[in-house]
């Protein structure tokens, strides 16, 4: 009789106070640093505006590369069928 009569008593004790008094105790905690949060998203979409414009300033370079090889390839077609009349 000792025995079962001591068992429920810890566990009973042990499962009720401890779990409901430590949860809402850091979950208020836990509301405060947030607004902290708040001030530092708007600086990231700032800086994700920058990369993005300097990804746009490659992409004339590589069309200014492909005018120069077919410039390069008319002129020899044309000089090739001069000699020949």
Do not use: C, G, R
């Not at 001591?6 to 106070?17: G, H, L, M, V, W």
């Not at 300097?54 to 390839?73: F, N």
Request: net charge positive; proline share 34%.
């Amino acid at each position: 009789l000792p025995p079962p009569y001591y068992s429920p008593s810890p566990k009973a004790d042990y499962k009720s106070p401890p779990p409901p008094y430590y949860s809402p105790s850091p979950k208020v905690d836990y509301k405060s640093p947030p607004p902290p949060y708040v001030y530092n998203s708007p600086p990231i979409p700032v800086y994700f505006h920058v990369p993005k414009v300097e990804y746009k300033s490659p992409s004339p370079s590589y069309v200014y590369i492909s005018p120069p090889t077919i410039y390069y390839s008319p002129p020899p077609k044309v000089e090739y069928k001069s000699p020949p009349p």
